[in-house]
């Protein structure tokens, strides 16, 4: 089976700018994007399309769901790398987000949570989290563990005990705090211990 898709079908999936560096190669003419063995999910789509596609007493819909699904199939095996919709920050919650930051970092012998922090700072909940993930690339709770996990590398490093490292960064139980440094790092703090000639 063969599938044809018109550059009007594809912008309105892809986005014109896709569509055109996509459709480029072949110079505005027909061009084979891709063309992989028929998986069993495209077999089966396959089999649903009626033989005569001008079957009038055929669901349309159907059709149609079955055709795109055919096409998501081939495209999926290409390196589109669509651009990601990046949400739009204005200057006053940017501001709010590096605020929250040196919270965390200020704070992080505390048990703060999102919504404490969310308050502190003035945003809801989920620009906060939106926010972080746009701005510094993580979670607020994958930051503050971060921050954690360094700044007991470092005290450790200046011989300060495991109990007293892990009561610094937050931790009450210096056996949860041993785990989730070993987890982080792959060794456990008593390697990191003292300074080292």
Known sequence: ??????????????????????LLGGKGGVQQLAHRPTTGASLAHINALPRE???ESQDKLQTHIHVLSL???QLRHLDLQL???????????IDKLDEARAIL????????????LAAAVGL??????????????????RLLLEMRMK??????????????AAYLVGYEHPSNFSAAFSRFFGCV???????KY
């Open 1 to 22: 089976m063969r599938l044809l898709i018109g550059a009007e079908m594809l912008a309105y999936y892809l986005g014109s700018e896709m569509a055109c560096r996509l």
């Open 53 to 55: 596609m001008e079957d």
């Open 71 to 73: 096409l998501a199939e």
């Open 83 to 93: 651009p990601k919709r990046m949400p739009r920050h204005c200057q006053r919650d």
């Open 105 to 116: 970092e200020t704070r992080m012998n505390q048990s703060l949570t999102v919504p404490e």
């Open 124 to 141: 809801n909940e989920s620009k906060l989290r939106e926010g972080f993930r746009h701005r510094f690339n993580k979670s607020p709770h």
């Open 151 to 164: 700044k007991a590398w470092q005290l450790l490093e200046t011989g300060c005990q495991v109990a007293e």
């Open 189 to 195: 703090p008593k390697s990191v211990f003292g300074p």
